[in-house]
């Protein structure tokens, strides 16, 4: 006999989907900005071109577009139909890619977390950054959206993937259980994640050891929920390739029901990309 709970989990859409948005550039101003923890802090961004924002899942990023050369604003590219198209003979302003963390439409409002890192465009900008300043906004191009609806998801990643870890948990419902992995700087560093969901959470305080370095030795002393589960992880690249390798080969997890982003990659820049085999 089959049990009213089993007849919804045996009807439960598990499909995860590649949604697809128009590209659009905006111009948006600073309205505020909070320290979330001494590592993090959240800008606020409003305006008129946020109008048609859409975010589908906390796997997005957008592009952001920071001023350069003591400018008040950032050079956005034109949208072409190949893509975006910058102006001959000009520099290309300096980007990054980000987690949109919370979108309000009614006020046309955006959210980005930055990790202040002492370095480069990004964490050099949002440092200094005051209201009335303006940054650049394109995308996101598409979105990767995982059903909320899997018995339990594991989260794992360093302090860059916390937008997306806070916004992925306060998305799950009553019903879903968590397990989160997250290795920041120190305690300082940890930030509140609520969520409906039955969460369990695992800060690791790296200290001096190499970013990234904690999170596969660690992910070995968890045991994970029975059912049917979702692993998100991003951060520093060749750890969460370990951590993929790890969860894969040993573990026995579909890479199908695995989520794995390099966020960045020590000893180069800019980098954002997905790690599959």
Same mark, same amino acid.
Request: overall charge neutral.
């Given at each position: 006999?089959?049990?009213?709970?089993?007849?919804?989990?045996?009807?439960?859409?598990?499909?995860?989907?590649?949604?697809?948005?128009?590209?659009?550039?905006?111009?948006?101003?600073?309205?505020?900005?909070?320290?979330?923890?001494?590592?993090?802090?959240?800008?606020?961004?409003?305006?008129?071109?946020?109008?048609?924002?859409?975010?589908?899942?906390?796997?997005?990023?957008?592009?952001?577009?920071?001023?350069?050369?003591?400018?008040?604003?950032?050079?956005?590219?034109? %949208?072409?139909?190949?893509? *975006?198209?910058? +102006?001959?003979?000009? &520099?290309? !302003?300096? /980007?990054?890619?980000?987690?949109?963390?919370?979108?309000?439409?009614?006020?046309?409002?955006?959210?980005?977390?930055?990790?202040?890192?002492?370095?480069?465009?990004?964490?050099?900008?949002?440092?200094?950054?005051?209201?009335?300043?303006?940054?650049?906004?394109?995308?996101?191009?598409?979105?990767?959206?995982?059903?909320?609806?899997?018995?339990?998801?594991?989260?794992?990643?360093?302090?860059?993937?916390?937008?997306?870890?806070?916004?992925?948990?306060?998305?799950?419902?009553?019903?879903?259980?968590?397990? %989160?992995?997250?290795?920041? *700087?120190?305690? +300082?560093?940890?930030? &509140?994640? !609520?969520? /409906?969901?039955?969460?369990?959470?695992?800060?690791?305080?790296?200290?001096?050891?190499?970013?990234?370095?904690?999170?596969?030795?660690?992910?070995?002393?968890?045991?994970?929920?029975?059912?049917?589960?979702?692993?998100?992880?991003?951060?520093?690249?060749?750890?969460?390739?370990?951590?993929?390798?790890?969860?894969?080969?040993?573990?026995?997890?579909?890479?199908?029901?695995?989520?794995?982003?390099?966020?960045?990659?020590?000893?180069?820049?800019?980098?954002?990309?997905?790690?599959?085999?």
């Amino acid at each position: 006999m089959t049990t009213p709970t089993e007849a919804t989990h045996s009807i439960r859409d598990l499909t995860v989907q590649r949604v697809r948005h128009p590209l659009k550039m905006r111009m948006l101003r600073v309205v505020r900005t909070r320290l979330v923890s001494p590592q993090l802090l959240r800008v606020t961004l409003h305006g008129a071109d946020l109008a048609d924002f859409v975010s589908a899942s906390f796997d997005d990023h957008v592009k952001v577009f920071f001023p350069q050369g003591g400018a008040d604003r950032p050079d956005l590219p034109e %949208v072409g139909p190949n893509g *975006p198209v910058f +102006a001959e003979g000009q &520099p290309r !302003p300096p /980007a990054r890619d980000y987690t949109p963390r919370r979108y309000d439409p009614v006020a046309r409002e955006l959210d980005i977390e930055f990790v202040l890192h002492g370095d480069g465009p990004a964490s050099t900008w949002a440092a200094r950054a005051k209201p009335g300043q303006y940054l650049g906004i394109g995308g996101p191009r598409g979105s990767f959206v995982v059903p909320t609806a899997f018995d339990w998801h594991l989260l794992v990643g360093d302090e860059t993937a916390l937008p997306a870890i806070g916004r992925r948990l306060e998305e799950l419902g009553t019903g879903t259980r968590a397990l %989160v992995v997250v290795e920041v *700087p120190d305690a +300082a560093a940890e930030i &509140p994640l !609520p969520s /409906a969901a039955n969460v369990e959470v695992h800060w690791l305080h790296r200290g001096d050891a190499p970013e990234g370095s904690l999170l596969e030795p660690a992910l070995r002393k968890i045991a994970l929920p029975h059912g049917e589960g979702y692993v998100w992880a991003a951060g520093e690249s060749a750890a969460i390739k370990l951590v993929r390798q790890h969860l894969v080969t040993e573990r026995g997890i579909a890479k199908t029901r695995i989520r794995a982003s390099s966020y960045w990659k020590r000893g180069a820049a800019a980098v954002h990309e997905t790690l599959e085999d």
